[in-house]
């Protein structure tokens, strides 16, 4: 019988999933800490299990190492990049992700903070706070009749556009792969990412964190962008000079920027936060209790569907 170890704490919150897990699981095991086990504390929680459905932990060498009877590593997590799969290949361990799981709540956030930002919405809030009401303090603008830039174009990416339709907006995407077909039927204009980083009123940032896109929206980058223009990012932290941001933010080359993700987290004291055309939240992007309840039956499922992954072909390559 399949011996499983939950190391996301999150099941506590769907009793339903508990009872369903402890059905056809009898041996599982759950946790209610928060906090991401280190090295150690996940050897020492795993070992002796066969299956394990994680969160964020990070399998190293030594980990793997050190577990020889863990075969099945099954991610509710939305995102795969704090996962090697050539040390899962090495040692033999099968692994399973859905890429996209989490679309429908992340697109959802995207494109209500393209509007938030842009009707200056944080600013005014912090204004009423204050117990003032309104006068001399400028105006919001619009999305409609703006021209959107989606930078990256898979599952969230895809989304956000079909979410933007009604708005009547025109819209670019980038991406890497041929997104043809799929700009084609929805009428959006594929155009490189110096073309979107030129045009875009608003840029919103929807790719993968890996080796080429950390770091890519530099100070350099940031000056390509279309003057006024606002920035999203509620894809990964570490992809934005934060520095250089608020920089722009202040002289204006940036008019606005709304994220939901830092390149150190948690993101308190962060420099960003002072600046008051920048609106922040806590990675947020999937906490919807839909949403979680999805990437939560993900890894259950995943626990019958893994498979050992060729390193090349991992879905976020």
């Given amino acids: ?27 599982v095991k759950f946790r209610s800490d928060r906090k991401v086990l280190s090295e150690s504390a996940l050897i020492e929680y795993l070992q002796g299990y066969d299956a ?16 020889p ?26 692994m399973w ?29 912090s204004i009423l706070r204050r117990g003032e009401w309104k006068g001399p303090i400028g105006f919001g603008a619009d999305l409609r009749g703006h021209t ?21 907006v025109k819209i670019l995407a980038s991406d890497r792969v041929d997104i043809s077909d799929f700009c084609k039927e929805w009428n959006v ?24 896109t950390i770091g890519m929206y530099s100070a350099a980058v940031l000056d390509k962008m279309k003057k006024g223009a606002v920035l999203i990012n509620c894809a990964r932290g570490g992809m934005v000079d934060e520095v250089a941001l608020k920089e722009r933010l202040e002289n204006g080359q940036i008019s606005g920027a709304a994220f939901d993700v830092f390149a150190i ?36 499922r995943g626990l019958e569907e893994a498979r050992i992954w060729e390193p090349g072909t991992y879905p976020f390559d």
């Fill in 97 to 125: 992700w859905a890429p996209g799981i989490n679309r429908i709540s992340v697109s959802e956030l995207a494109v209500s903070y393209m509007v938030l930002t842009l009707r200056r919405i944080h600013y005014f809030s």
């Fill in 148 to 168: 959107v830039g989606v930078h990256g174009c898979g599952f969230i990416g895809k989304e956000v556009v079909k979410l933007l339709q009604p708005y009547g």
């Fill in 265 to 300: 987290e948690p993101a308190n004291g962060n420099p960003l936060l002072d600046v008051p055309n920048f609106f922040a939240s806590p990675h947020i992007g999937a906490t919807t209790r839909d949403s979680w309840e999805a990437m939560l039956r993900s890894g259950i």
């Fill in 52 to 67: 394990a459905i994680i969160g964020l932990d990070r399998f190293t060498d030594k980990v793997c190492a050190a577990l």
């Fill in 189 to 212: 204009e594929n155009v490189s990412a110096d073309e979107l980083w030129a045009r875009s009123d608003v840029v919103t940032i929807h790719l993968s964190r890996n080796a080429q």
């Fill in 1 to 27: 019988m399949t011996r499983v170890a939950v190391t996301t704490p999150y099941f506590d919150f769907y009793p339903h999933l508990v009872e369903e897990m402890k059905q056809k699981y009898p041996d």
């Fill in 69 to 94: 009877d863990l075969k099945v590593i099954s991610l509710m997590s939305a995102g795969a990049d704090h996962i090697d799969p050539v040390i899962l290949k090495k040692y033999g361990k099968r």
